[in-house]
T-cell receptor, first 111, second 116 residues
Framework: AQSVTQPDIHITVSEGASLELRCNYS??????LFWYVQSPGQGLQLLLK??????LVQGIKGFEAEFKRSQSSFNLRKPSVHWSDAAEYFCAVGSQGNLIFGKGTKLSVKP | GAVVSQHPSRVICKSGTSVKIECRSLDFQATTMFWYRQFPKQSLMLMAT?????????EQGVEKDKFLINHASLTLSTLTVTSAHPEDSSFYIC????????????FGDGTRLSIL
């Protein structure tokens, strides 16, 4: 069965600290992988995507993610978190059409 | 970058009313649009896939007569919640996919629907 698991429901980090949000997937074919961010009451903004090629993907707002096929993971990282990064983060996997979303990880940032 | 406009952003109406939500791709053509529903503190649940010029494909458990979807052009899809009831209150989000191969879905800002 196709699925996406985000093990951490809520993470709190201090401003300036590094961040890693975990994402594991189960998918029958070669997956396309995405990270989206959602601010309260808003839609989703694409942070980055992986289709093929270099397994380390750079995104907007200083985020990056690394695709590790052997671990079926696509973890999101940022070296230094800003207060404005506080939001809900969703990992998604899909092919050319439908996306399957994880349940999200809420990020809180301490001053 | 690609922009998807969703309107209205918030609607409050009485039980029994029908509500129409619009989803527009502003700077690209979208043969496929998706409608999601998001419950509080939950992930997005795909309701249906809307294809331009053809009938929408609904996910299991989604009532097609309740949630009418029309995708009349390459830039516009509408979701009509018919005879809405309080249990239909939710956050509805649309997304659109560029016709260009391998383009990701771009999301609207969502519609907060509250049925009294």
């Amino acid at each position: 069965a196709q699925s996406v698991t985000q093990p951490d429901i809520h993470i709190t980090v201090s401003e300036g600290a590094s961040l890693e949000l975990r994402c594991n997937y189960s998918y029958g074919a070669t997956p396309y992988l995405f990270w989206y961010v959602q601010s309260p009451g808003q839609g989703l903004q694409l942070l980055l995507k992986y289709f093929s090629g270099d397994t380390l993907v750079q995104g907007i707002k200083g985020f990056e993610a690394e695709f590790k096929r052997s671990q079926s993971s696509f973890n999101l990282r940022k070296p230094s978190v800003h207060w404005s990064d506080a939001a809900e983060y969703f990992c998604a996997v899909g092919s050319q059409g439908n996306l399957i979303f994880g349940k999200g990880t809420k990020l809180s940032v301490k001053p | 970058g690609a922009v998807v406009s969703q309107h209205p952003s918030r609607v409050i109406c009485k039980s029994g009313t029908s509500v129409k939500i619009e989803c527009r791709s502003l700077d690209f053509q979208a043969t496929t649009m998706f409608w999601y529903r998001q419950f509080p503190k939950q992930s997005l649940m795909l309701m249906a896939t809307s294809n331009e010029g053809s009938k929408a494909t609904y996910e299991q458990g989604v009532e097609k007569d309740k949630f009418l979807i029309n995708h009349a052009s390459l830039t516009l899809s509408t979701l009509t919640v018919t005879s809405a009831h309080p249990e239909d209150s939710s956050f509805y989000i649309c997304s659109a996919r560029d016709v260009t191969f391998n383009q990701p879905q771009h999301f609207g800002d969502g519609t907060r629907l509250s049925i009294l």
